[in-house]
């Protein structure tokens, strides 16, 4: 009876973190809650900022990062432009954990509604040390540039995943997938944005 009574404990503890980990779903830093995901007409995503320590090394990620949150955005349903440059360029990186209005306005064009600016702030070998794997660490704002005010921001990180005959021919693709994986995971905490049906 103990051995059943055990077993069934065990059951019931694996049960209930299965079920949590299945429920997990990851929130933003900050999400106005006022922000409407159906009010948003247009999303300009500005020029991707590389704030890492050697920018020189993996040159493209800015531009892989950008192309990744503009084609993410656009599979939720938001209609979802690519700025190539900025209103007035930021003199270096910003902490956009915290970065104010005052600090964002100036960035994008005056006839931008919303608006997002990303950053890579890393993308480096996984913790495993073997090299196959690498982390990508990502930090964004939405700015609604008429009420000048943040109503979105968060930070993400994610891992490639890629394995086999292809990390050993192509160590970039690694890296790519590591900013990839991390756009994705940042505009997952995005509202959702409402799917307008086909009137027949």
């Known amino acids: 009876m103990r051995l059943r009574a ?8 694996v049960l209930a973190l ?3 980990g ?3 779903q990851r929130t933003p830093l900050v999400l106005d809650q006022t922000l409407r995901a159906e009010d948003i007409d247009e999303v300009l995503v500005l020029p991707v900022i590389d704030a890492r ?9 800015a531009r892989n990062v950008g192309d990744a949150m503009v084609r993410f955005l656009r599979e939720r349903g938001y209609f979802t432009l690519a700025a190539d440059s900025y209103r007035q360029r930021p003199s270096g990186p910003l902490d956009l954990h915290v970065a104010s209005p ?4 100036p960035l994008a064009p005056e006839d931008a509604k919303f608006f997002i600016l990303v950053q890579v702030e890393r993308l480096e070998p996984g913790v495993d040390g073997t090299g196959q794997t690498y ?3 990502l930090s964004a704002v939405m700015v609604d540039r008429p009420r000048g005010r943040v109503v979105w921001r968060d930070v993400a ?8 005959m292809l990390t050993v021919f192509s160590r970039g693709s690694r890296q790519y997938e590591a900013a990839v994986n ?3 995971a940042l505009v997952e905490t995005l509202p959702d944005k409402p799917r307008v049906s086909a009137k027949h």
């Open 53 to 61: 320590p050697s920018p020189f090394e993996q040159v493209q990620v």
């Open 135 to 137: 982390d990508a660490r």
């Open 22 to 24: 299945c429920s997990f």
């Open 157 to 164: 990180t994610a891992s490639s995943t890629l394995t086999g």
């Open 6 to 13: 055990h077993l069934a404990g065990i059951a019931s503890l």
């Open 18 to 20: 299965t079920l949590a």
């Open 102 to 105: 005052e600090q964002l306005l």
């Open 182 to 184: 991390a756009s994705r």
